[in-house]
Each structure stands twice: as C-alpha cells, then as structure tokens.
T-cell receptor, first 112, second 119 residues
C-alpha cells in the first residue's frame, strides 16, 4: 500500500465552483500535512500546511486533516482559471531528516 | 533573488555516458533534495540531505549518486544512465521541510526542473 494516495484526475470545474481535492494516507503516525501547487512546466510551490487534525484557512483555500480516517483535503472556494494547476498533497514526520512524500497530484482545470 | 538553480534545463544523452546535474541554492538552507517526476507516478524522492556531508536515500536511489560538500550545492550524478532514467528532475531546498511555530519559512523551494532524455 502506498503511503499516500491521491486521485490523479483530471478534474474540470466551471469558474466559481467549490473544488475539493483529497488524499488518503496509510500511517497514523504521520504528523505534518502540506499542499503544493504545480503550474505546467514549473516546479511545485508550497500552498498550505496543517498539523495534526483540524482546519487551516488562507483566503479562498482551506486545508483539512481528519486523522481518524487518515484523510487530507484541500478546498478551493470561488475557483478561478488561474487556479488551474496540479495539486499535490505531501506528508512529513518529525524525525525524517528531510524526507517528504508526495501524492501523485490531481490535475485541476477551471474553465471560464 | 532567492532561488534554487538547476543546470542544465534540458539534456539528451546516450546510455552509459556519465552526467551530472547541478543544483545550487542561495538561501542558506540546510535541507536539500532531489526528486524525479514521471507521468502516473508523481514526484518521487531520490536522495535528500539535512546538512553538509549528511545524505539519505529516498524512495528511488538506484542508479544515482549525490554529494553535499558545501551547503549551497547538491549535484545529482548518474554514473551510467539508462533509458529508464528519462524523466523530469527537480532539486529543492528548505530551511525546514515542515512548519515550525515562529518560523516564517518552511517547506521546500523547488528549482525549475531538468528534462533528461537517455537514448
């Protein structure tokens, strides 16, 4: 079983829609959860993080972790064409010395 | 400008011909890492380093070597490239790979990528 799994999509939504992107992970000991965004032909860039369970909000983006079900979510409200990108979840454990595991990434397209 | 610089951006080479992809960061980051990205497989970590002279194998280290002799540089070496190493490679660096309270900077900063083709 992969340590983190993510539906690769692609996902296509109309502008203004609420987008839900999800990952599941296998090990309940994972502590730190992040979302990266990757535009076409660019390197990934950090978007948000959450630690342990709960929500974190930043503008139109909300990151959520449900540790009981080992589920990570990213919600995008009022989606814009500029949000079209691949979104990757990532997990980290405190003693990992720099190891960071990514999901496969979900390709999102927001149509005007 | 704070950045991670990889060279070359594009490389086509032949099987067995040793090559080095350079990576340099100007942010005084302790952590550095190499990833490869393949369709359907996502980003997979090759090697990572938490400081000078400290390196660890990631999920797909076979066929690759790294060295961390200086804090700013982390070259990726393919001693005998094979076609299955054709991929998009990313170097990344970080002050801290995860959020720490009181630290403004965390998470990996990625370079622009190196597209490698081995024929």
């Amino acid at each position: 079983q992969k340590e983190v799994e993510q539906d690769p999509g692609p996902l296509s939504v109309p502008e203004g829609a609420i987008v839900s992107l999800n990952c599941t992970y296998s090990n309940s000991a994972f502590q730190y959860f992040m979302w990266y965004r990757q535009y076409s032909r660019k390197g990934p860039e950090l978007l948000m993080y959450t630690y342990s369970s709960g929500n974190k909000e930043d503008g139109r983006f909300t990151a959520q972790v449900d540790k009981s079900s080992k589920y990570i979510s990213l919600f995008i409200r009022d989606s814009q064409p500029s949000d079209s990108a691949t979104y990757l979840c990532a997990i980290y454990r405190f003693f990992w010395r720099g190891k960071l595991i990514f999901g496969q990434g979900t390709e999102l397209s927001v149509k005007p | 400008e704070a950045q991670v610089t990889q060279n070359p951006r594009y490389l086509i080479t032949v099987t067995g011909k040793k090559l080095t992809v350079t990576c340099s960061q100007n942010m005084n980051h302790e952590y550095m890492s190499w990833y490869r990205q393949d369709p359907g497989l996502g980003l997979r970590q090759i090697y990572y380093s938490m400081n000078v002279e400290v390196t660890d194998k990631g999920d797909v280290p076979e066929g690759y070597k790294v060295s961390r002799k200086e804090k700013r540089n982390f070259p990726l070496i393919l001693e005998s490239p094979s076609p299955n190493q054709t991929s998009l490679y990313f170097c990344a660096s970080s002050l801290s790979p995860f959020y720490r309270k009181g630290r403004a900077n965390y998470g990996y900063t990625f370079g622009s990528g190196t597209r490698l083709t081995v024929v």
